[in-house]
T-cell receptor, first 115, second 115 residues
């Protein structure tokens, strides 16, 4: 049972344009969400997070939007740069649960930004 | 920033042997460490959660006798894959967390190949 889903395995964007990566979840107990960036043969790097009390969090070129009713979140990267090319994972957990910090990851989306 | 290292980065072993992977938090004390594995083109799957000085908590379906986890200090956790078989070949990633509420910092991962 895939509780966190990234339905787009890949996304190709032109440099300077907006990249929108999507993520859906099914577990209504999740109340904290994170986006990670990962290069091949490396561990994930934290990008940005959002708690369920917010619907938007912004950090530089990265903005995460959360739609709780739709159980959907998205990561916007504006403007996209070639260095953003990587695999992006969304992850979720229940901050109030006994297994605090146990992350459930989506399958990842490969983002390619073309010069 | 918080840095997590893993050693070795890559290991090839024969079937039936045991392999130990180390995860170290270099500049902080990690009260909790997590072990994940990732198969090609799949998401990171949590294997177990370990708190310093106590037994690890394994996820459903993960054999605790096969994947031995030791979290002997606040800066070191080890994962030992006992009697490794080709199906154990995977990318193993650890993460460390300083305090409850803190983000997880990931190691660079270890590529295990069992022949």
């Amino acid at each position: 049972d895939q509780q966190v889903k990234q339905n787009s395995p890949s996304l190709s964007v032109q440099e300077g344009r907006i990249s929108i990566l999507n993520c859906d979840y099914t577990n209504s107990m999740f109340d904290y969400f994170l986006w990670y960036k990962k290069y091949p043969a490396e561990g994930p790097t934290f990008l940005i997070s959002i708690s369920s009390i917010k619907d938007k969090n912004e950090d530089g070129r990265f903005t995460v939007f959360l739609n709780k009713s739709a159980k959907h979140l998205s990561l916007h990267i504006v403007p996209s740069q070639p260095g953003d090319s990587a695999v992006y994972f969304c992850a979720a957990f229940n901050a109030g649960g006994t297994s605090y910090g146990k992350l459930t990851f989506g399958q990842g989306t490969i983002l390619t930004v073309h010069p | 920033g918080a840095v997590v290292s893993q050693h070795p980065s890559r290991v090839i072993c024969k079937s039936g042997t045991s392999v130990k992977i180390e995860c170290r938090s270099l500049d902080f004390q990690a009260t909790t460490m997590f072990w994940y594995r990732q198969f090609p083109k799949q998401s990171l799957m949590l294997m177990a959660t370990s708190n310093e000085g106590s037994k690890a908590t394994y996820e459903q379906g993960v054999e605790k006798d096969k994947f031995l986890i030791n979290h002997a200090s606040l800066t070191l956790s080890t994962l030992t894959v006992t009697s490794a078989h080709p199906e154990d070949s995977s990318f193993y990633i650890c993460s460390a967390r300083r305090l409850l509420g803190d983000t997880q910092y990931f190691g660079p991962g270890t590529r295990l190949t069992v022949l």
